[in-house]
């Protein structure tokens, strides 16, 4: 499930149990620590900034009402869609492997139901944001994203002809 909240964007991937994780990325003092000062987001607008990958796992994948009311969050659109099953395992695998390999370097976040880690890409805001992120992602399980998804205008289609 792709959720738009507006000008960013997050996937949920449903794993094997069918419980659903949802996947974030953003730089880190503002998205994950919370500062949203006028220097955090100067920062975050026009440098290089480092950045995390969010990780919470959810109830449900597919129900969006569920997965709304569970995340607290605003979501302005869901897309529901079904992929291939190697193409979401190997998404998961190589998302989990990020969490792997910062385990040891966890950051807690303003909210403790996310688990969040440093990205080794440095966050961009004007190339590299959560809808750059969120878009790559998509391409991974074989949709195809047009557009520009730099404010979350962009559109996607699944890969299949």
Do not use: K, Q
Request: hydrophobic share 40%; proline share 5%.
């Amino acid at each position: 499930t792709l959720l738009d909240h507006g000008t960013h964007a997050s996937l949920v991937i449903e794993d094997e149990a069918g419980a659903g994780r949802r996947y974030s990325y953003g730089d880190r003092r503002w998205y994950a620590e919370g500062d949203t000062g006028i220097a955090a987001g100067f920062s975050a607008l026009f440098r290089r900034t480092p950045a995390v990958l969010g990780r919470i796992v959810l109830r449900t994948a597919t129900d969006t009402a569920a997965v709304e009311a569970e995340l607290g969050l605003e979501v302005e659109h869901a897309y529901v869609f079904r992929v291939p099953a190697d193409g979401a395992d190997a998404l998961l695998g190589g998302l989990d492997d990020v969490f792997a390999r910062a385990a040891s370097a966890r950051i807690p976040g303003m909210d403790p139901r996310i688990e969040f880690v440093p990205h080794p890409r440095p966050y961009a805001f004007f190339s590299r944001n959560s809808n750059h992120m969120v878009a790559g992602w998509m391409e991974e399980l074989g949709c195809d994203t047009s557009g520009n998804p730099f404010l979350s205008r962009w559109r996607v289609a699944d890969g299949s002809r």
